[in-house]
């Protein structure tokens, strides 16, 4: 399954699903707070702090993935991906963010069973990427979950609507005692996280009202959505008409010097070549004598 970051691509059904994050996204009321925050910003500054945001966010999931996969992350030495392109050592601040996820482990104890792994749901027409299934201990009690990482400044409602869609494309449910639930990182608690856990009665009210937010956003967006494809050539070739001495434009020939008597070298200047029916000569010319 391919994805974007407002869709996802489902090769067996040949189909595009909005992702989960873009339906909550334009589909759920945003809360009066985050509307007061945006009024006291300019649309440059708001623009700006949010992808910085969502940039930390990525950086540490991406970090949380090599944690998963058994690899060491060194503070100032492994380098993850920036949105624009080039790669940086993990800032003090999504250091941070780590140690606290590591904390947060050595309390819950989880066993994996998958990570970031894209999922959809074809009864209802979206997709999205789980961050973790798996086991984790509460309460000295081993229990079934599918928990999301967060590293925002509050555990938000469109959360419990993002875990629970997700929680409803698993294929195999679990038998024992299953939790939805958000892990946000890096907070001012004792422990250096805040954990929240759905149980299913939760999860399924949930889920219920990502559905209605879901038919939000197709009433604004629409249901047939494709992407704009673009043709790119990959070879060009122009007849450009070249105007000669007398301004009258003559067909050019490509490979052919544009400018007389001048012709294009390996890189180290212009060379000039013979004029046809000039004749240099082999050697000096004497001067005739009076």
């Known amino acids: 399954m391919e994805e974007s970051w407002t869709h996802y691509y489902q090769d067996e059904l040949d189909k595009y699903f909005p992702a989960v994050n873009h339906v909550l996204g334009i589909g759920f009321p945003k809360g009066q707070n985050l509307l007061q925050w945006l009024k006291n910003k300019t649309a440059e500054e ?36 920036n949105e624009d392109g080039g790669y940086s050592p993990l800032t003090p601040d999504e250091w941070r963010f780590l140690i606290s996820w590591s904390a947060w482990c050595d309390e819950y104890k989880p066993q994996v069973l998958k990570h970031e792994t894209a999922v959809y749901n074809k009864k209802f027409g979206y997709a999205g990427t789980v961050d973790f299934i798996g086991t984790i201990l509460v309460k000295d009690k081993r229990v079934s979950a599918l928990l999301d990482w967060k590293t925002s400044g509050a555990i938000y409602d469109e959360y419990k609507l993002q875990t629970a869609a997700y929680a409803a494309c698993m294929k195999t449910k ?24 759905y149980d299913r009665t939760q999860t399924l009210k949930h889920f219920k009202q990502f559905l209605t937010t879901k038919d939000t956003y197709y009433f604004i967006n629409g249901k047939d959505w494709k992407p704009n494809v673009v043709q790119i050539p990959m070879s060009l070739q122009i007849q450009v008409p070249i105007i ?45 004598s009076n």
């Open 46 to 81: 708001s623009d700006k702090i949010l992808k910085n945001a969502g940039e930390r966010g990525s950086r540490v999931h991406d970090a949380i993935r090599q944690l998963i996969l058994g690899k060491s992350v060194t503070f100032g030495v492994d380098h993850f991906k």
């Open 174 to 197: 679990p038998t024992q005692e299953f939790y939805t639930g958000v892990v946000r990182l890096g907070t001012r608690h004792k422990a250096g996280y805040e954990v929240e856990l």
């Open 244 to 288: 000669n001495n007398n301004g009258q434009p003559k067909q050019h020939t490509p490979g052919q010097p544009l400018v007389p008597g001048v012709k294009k070298t390996d890189g180290r200047g212009p060379e000039r070549v013979r004029r046809p029916g000039r004749k240099v000569p082999h050697k000096p010319v004497d001067k005739p």
